[in-house]
């Protein structure tokens, strides 16, 4: 799978794991709990002081074009108390199938294999290798909320096991009311402890070397987040939230690769294990507004962040909840992000130059644009059955496929062609 690196999902197998860790930390770190309110389904109505018991469940189906697939379900149950506590528990399974990039560039030269069963396959002299898996991905989380007066401390823990990634943590934040409730401030922070165990084992960095020298590796990610929302107006809310990410540990992803291209001609001559460094310090500005309208409600919001990898991105989110009667609304959705690339991100290797430090030919590091167009329709079932929503997007991603560092025959080819994804999401809520 290829899509951003510093924004969204990235290759099969760390696409749940991050959007899922992403999730937990937000459960820890958000203070802009009224955007997060206003776009959910709204709950029926049940007396003030009555406990209630909210579910939502949902289906995400998300496909690349040629590449990958992945369908999760996911069913969260929240229990709302009469003082305002809320108590939550989130299961998730994510099954995911396909091809992913290894980062190697096209041979240049047409190759034709054959399997043990007799299947003939040809790849072309500008294809993008691509190595086929299937994974599952189990996860839980649990989080609690409990305001006392003008204060509201907030917890959660989560895990998540696949078939070579385990991941762990928890999360805490504490917000204050102030002003007669028109400004919140929010302090936050998460701690997750992962564990990776790739097939085969951790292979030597930038070495052709497929011996393991290690079973197994650790990965620690800390998160704070410091944030703040204010009621503008009567129909005007903004916050901002800034948040900081500190990761050390094992950072390099175990199946991707680094081409050695022949100075001249610039065909493929042979393959090195990738390596990155092993910390990383990202830091990342949100910018929310919403405004509501005489019936409709505008959510705007502007992201820019930056790590010490040197990628810098740029995010601008928009969406325009319209209020078709008292039981439905409409709600498109675009959504634009940029990114340079990070600094040891090569398309290639040139054969007689010396190896530098360190070496990825990840797509999801390299420069890229996406495009992201959709929109989401709800209505309210008949009678006590809760809440319907269907959600449709498409997203294209088009990176920078002629490098100028390229040589020979790799200049001709794409190194990063547009990738077309489509994703459908099918919701109910209700209460009881």
């Not at 820019?304 to 990628?311: L, N, Q, T």
Request: glycine residues 10%; proline residues 5%.
């Amino acid at each position: 799978m290829q899509l951003t690196s510093a924004d969204s999902m990235t290759s099969a197998l760390p696409l749940a794991r991050r959007l899922y860790a992403a999730a937990c930390l937000l459960l820890a770190s958000s203070a802009a709990a009224p955007v997060a309110a206003a776009a959910a389904p709204a709950p029926m109505p049940v007396p003030a002081n009555a406990t209630r018991t909210r579910f939502d469940v949902s289906g995400l189906v998300y496909a690349e074009q040629a590449r990958t697939t992945v369908a999760e379900p996911l069913a969260r149950i929240t229990r709302l108390f009469p003082d305002g506590q809320t108590l939550s528990m989130q299961f998730a399974l994510d099954v995911m199938t396909g091809a992913s990039p290894t980062g190697a560039n096209p041979s240049g030269v047409a190759q034709t294999t054959t399997s043990a069963s007799g299947t003939t396959k040809t790849v072309g002299a500008d294809a993008i290798p691509t190595e086929t898996f299937k994974d599952m991905r189990g996860a839980v989380d649990l989080a609690y909320e409990r305001p006392l007066g003008r204060w509201t401390p907030a917890g959660s823990v989560h895990f998540s096991r696949e078939k070579d990634y385990q991941s762990y943590g928890g999360g805490a934040k504490l917000s204050v009311d102030l002003d007669e409730r028109r400004s919140t401030f929010t302090l936050g922070g998460g701690a997750n402890r992962d564990r990776v165990f790739p097939q085969g084992g951790i292979r030597r960095g930038l070495s052709s070397s497929t011996r393991s020298i290690a079973e197994a590796g650790d990965k620690h990610v800390r998160t704070g987040l410091l944030g703040t929302s204010r009621v503008l107006t009567r129909r005007w809310l903004a916050a901002v939230n800034v948040s900081r990410t500190w990761e050390d540990g094992f950072l390099t992803e175990p199946y991707k690769v680094v081409s050695i291209v022949n100075r001249t001609t610039g065909l493929t001559t042979s393959e090195l294990n990738e390596h990155r460094p092993d910390t990383r310090l990202r830091t990342s500005v949100l910018v929310n507004s919403n405004y509501h309208l005489t019936q409709d409600v505008l959510y705007a919001s502007y992201r820019y962040y930056w790590d010490d990898w040197d990628i810098r991105s740029h995010t601008i989110d928009l969406r325009y909840r319209v209020e078709q009667g008292p039981d439905s609304w409409l709600e498109p959705h675009v959504r634009v992000y940029s990114q340079s690339a990070a600094e040891f991100y090569h398309a290639g290797l040139r054969s007689g130059d010396p190896l530098p430090a360190y070496a990825s030919a990840d797509r999801r590091l390299g420069e890229s644009r996406t495009l992201t167009l959709g929109a989401t329709y709800g209505f309210k079932l008949p009678g006590q059955l809760g809440e319907f929503t269907l959600r449709g997007e498409y997203m294209g991603q088009f990176g920078k496929g002629h490098p100028a560092d390229a040589v020979g025959v790799q200049r001709g080819f794409d190194l990063a062609p547009a990738l077309n994804v489509g994703s459908i999401v099918l919701g109910w809520s209700f209460e009881r």
